[in-house]
């Protein structure tokens, strides 16, 4: 981005925006809130002059502008789990003051179920559809066998389906999985999942906080249909050497934090590892030798997370993030046959943070990523190779310019450089008689300019509005899409808020996936040739109120999407090394709505919410291609769609020292399709007959409901160390042994006499009964 761009794209902004009209002199005081122990930047913390009425609120960086009037004024610095830190200022020019907020003594007390700041921030902020996590909360939830999971929590929340037992994939507003766009500092990850979809890729020792939007999309993100999940990790300890980290029944997780030489920053570094394997490995080796037995299957994931955050100088700030994660699943045999894959992802980001003045500050980022799996089978003399991966190479920059306490301009532009690996085989035997191989590949562009101004037109009525202009290029196939982004809060009364948010959104990069199973054999591929970039619109009204003396929030939100050229697949399609991809295509439609209702308390001993959600979700692929589309052409449930969606989530405080903590869950049945009946063919006369099934329409037939109670009790205990903090976490998972199906097959009824078939039995599968664990934290 050149400088004239920079002017001319500032200067067009500035003259559509009104000129404020100033009653007496204003100044401006900015800076950043950060956390006292950590310097941790405080997303959403609040800065406020309370005898005004005036306020700001921090960005994703902690960083705050806010106009006030000259002279002597009291501004108090507040975030949840905080103390309010009131300072006085005189205000006779511009000044930067910093605020370092120290933790509430009753943390334990004050539990925070959502970390966004106040419930008067919420009720007061533009952004719709927005929750916000901090790994604080996360951690006191009951968990499958202890393993705390982001992402779990965030299917918690209103408006977010999960995917069925046993899978982590977020499936927002009616979208399917590969539609949410997950950034680590900046950075893309493709596959945020660990364990066959079981848990997230995200260790909740390294990260500070989790955003995730499902509609009202800012103009800074792009690239994906449904969601934005923007994790934040933590910089690390600025002021003394510390050490944390969990001892679980299948996970163990340890961080060390410290400062950087002269206190110019702080460092991080955190690693998580699974031990199945070397349960399984015992075992695998005890009956070694026995004819009848097999081995069970090698298996372990395992997360390294680093980060480093360098003061250049007073006005220079340097973030260097890195996370690093595998998958690895193995298996052999006595009898030579041997199978191994291992997938996971490769982040890098580079961050730097210069203040150019206390209205305009920019941050630029340089990240790479990779996401690959790789399958390797070997039986005897014979062995193949099947391997794909993505990898990304991007820049960005954005701009946050405070006008005034009315404007606040956010601008910036992003390029990626996309390198698609659909497809390598090599294959052969060790002789050398046969050797076989292939290898696809396609490159893209991708490109993205933005604008956007937050607009306090009153004290009642708030706009944030802007436009994204994105791009892609794939070989001489060109795409070009405008995003236009608004939203709007008008205050009926000071605890009363209507809200509205319209946002269209392309993605141009697909997800193949070689079944329905949670396995991570994907592809991901470019829009090029008949596969043209996936469109969707949503719009989405909302009203906002506090209740009980401003101790709970009330929200209601409506919600509508569309989408066009949505893909799937021809029955039978050909989806590894197939250099005409393309044709196996199918494009359709979709749409999806719904309303989400949500209740939260933040304060007293007994905090939590509930979030209820009734909706719809279809799709429609016509005929096409030389097939007759899917379901005849005519629209079907996706597997994802749920009716119902209710959650309970509840956190008390027993005493200083006991936290009690439960989830229950409740979801209308996963939609599927099932047999209706079979008939009889016998295709040569006096062959043994075959039962044939009779399919209905796709997805006609629902499971059964899934509902779960999950139970958790943390128990402080004396620290290892003066001023450290230990507990025991805990949980059960699934308390009352409900058995969800996780899916229905037919068993066969035979007549005992004769050995025939006489009729057919449904059968359900369930993964999880209820599972007790423990996990030991500690951090000194």
Request: charged residues 20%; glycine residues 10%; aromatic residues 12%.
């Amino acid at each position: 981005m050149t400088l004239r761009f920079i002017i001319c794209l500032s200067g067009l902004l500035f003259m559509l925006l009104p000129a404020p009209v100033w009653a007496q002199v204003q100044y401006t005081i900015s800076g950043y809130v950060r956390a006292a122990n950590t310097g941790e930047a405080l997303p959403g913390a609040t800065v406020a002059a309370p005898s005004l009425g005036l306020g700001a609120t921090t960005d994703d960086k902690g960083y705050y502008v806010l106009t006030l009037p000259s002279g002597p004024q009291q501004v108090v610095a507040s975030f949840i789990g905080y103390q309010n830190q009131p300072q006085t200022i005189t205000l006779t020019r511009n000044q930067r003051t910093n605020f370092n907020l120290a933790e509430a003594t009753n943390t334990l007390g004050e539990v925070v179920v959502q970390g966004s700041g106040t419930l008067e921030q919420k009720l007061q902020t533009t952004q719709m559809s927005l929750e916000r996590l901090t790994t604080r909360e996360a951690k006191l939830l009951p968990a499958l066998f202890g393993e705390v999971d982001l992402l779990k929590t965030l299917q918690l929340k209103p408006g977010v389906q999960n995917g069925g037992e046993g899978t982590s994939g977020l499936f927002v507003r009616g979208g399917s999985a590969d539609q949410n766009l997950f950034l680590v500092d900046d950075a893309v990850v493709y596959n945020p999942s660990h364990l066959f979809g079981l848990f997230s890729v995200f260790n909740p020792d390294a990260v500070q906080s989790v955003d995730l939007y499902k509609g009202g999309f800012p103009a800074q993100y792009g690239g994906r249909l449904s969601s934005v999940v923007d994790v934040k990790m933590r910089p690390g300890e600025p002021e003394k050497l510390g050490l944390s980290g969990g001892l679980g029944l299948i996970s163990s997780r340890l961080t060390l934090e410290g400062p950087l030489p002269n206190k110019k920053g702080s460092w991080l570094l955190s690693g998580r590892r699974t031990y199945f394997d070397v349960f399984t490995r015992q075992i695998n080796k005890l009956n070694e030798g026995q004819d009848d037995y097999n081995p069970i299957p090698d298996y372990y994931f395992y997360d390294l997370n680093a980060k480093v955050n360098y003061q250049l100088g007073a006005k220079d700030n340097l973030f260097i993030t890195g996370y690093l994660g595998r998958d690895v699943f193995g298996f052999g045999s006595q009898n030579g046959f041997d199978f191994n894959f291992n997938w996971g992802n490769t982040v890098g980001s580079a961050r730097w943070n210069h203040v150019f003045n206390r209205r305009l500050y920019v941050n630029t980022t340089a990240a790479i990523t990779r996401y690959e799996y790789n399958i390797s089978n070997a039986l005897d003399q014979f062995s193949f190779n099947l391997a794909s991966d993505i990898r990304d190479l991007s820049l960005r920059t954005d701009f946050d310019y405070a006008l005034n306490d009315r404007h606040a301009v956010k601008f910036g532009a992003t390029l990626t450089d996309h390198r698609f690996g659909t497809g390598r085989l090599r294959a052969g035997a060790e002789d050398g008689s046969l050797n076989l191989g292939s290898n696809i590949n396609y490159r893209g562009q991708e490109a993205g300019l933005y604008a956007s101004d937050n607009f306090r037109a009153s004290d009642k009525l708030q706009l944030d509005y802007g436009v994204r202009l994105s791009g892609f290029q794939s070989g001489s196939d060109r795409y070009v899409g405008v995003e236009p982004r608004a939203s709007g809060r008008y205050s009926l009364t000071s605890r009363t808020s209507l809200k509205a948010s319209y946002a269209l959104m392309y993605q141009y990069v697909h997800l193949v996936s070689n079944s329905g199973a949670s396995l991570p054999t994907d592809i991901w591929y470019p829009s090029r040739g008949s596969v043209k970039p996936q469109r969707s619109q949503q719009v989405a009204t909302g009203v906002s109120f506090l209740l009980g003396n401003g101790r709970y929030l009330l929200t209601n939100e409506v919600y509508y999407k569309w989408a066009q050229r949505q893909i799937d697949f021809k029955d039978g399609a050909q989806l590894f090394v197939n250099p005409d991809l393309d044709s196996e295509f199918l494009f359709g439609r979709g749409w999806a709505y719904g309303n989400e209702i949500y209740v939260e308390k933040k304060t007293g001993r007994t905090t939590g919410w509930i979030g209820y959600t009734l909706s719809w979700t279809k799709r429609q692929f016509p005929a096409q291609r030389g097939t007759a589309g899917i379901n005849n052409g005519n629209p079907f449930y996706p597997n994802y769609d749920r009716r119902h969606n209710l959650t309970v989530v509840g956190l008390h405080r027993l005493n200083h020292r006991i936290q009690l903590t439960g989830s229950l869950v409740y979801t209308s049945g996963q939609a599927t399709t099932l047999p209706l009946g079979r008939f009889v063919l016998q295709d040569v006369y006096g062959s043994d007959a075959s039962a044939v099934p009779i399919y209905p329409q796709r997805n006609t037939y629902r499971l059964a409901p899934y509902h779960r109670l999950d139970l958790g009790l943390v128990y402080k205990v004396k620290p290892l160390r003066e001023g450290g903090e230990s507990d025991f976490t805990f949980s059960v998972y699934n308390a009352y042994n409900r058995r969800n199906p996780y899916f229905v097959y037919f068993d066969q009824v035979k007549d005992k006499s004769t050995n025939t078939v006489t009729s057919y039995r449904a059968r359900q599968v369930s993964l999880f009964p209820v599972i007790p664990s423990v996990t030991y934290n500690f951090k000194f």
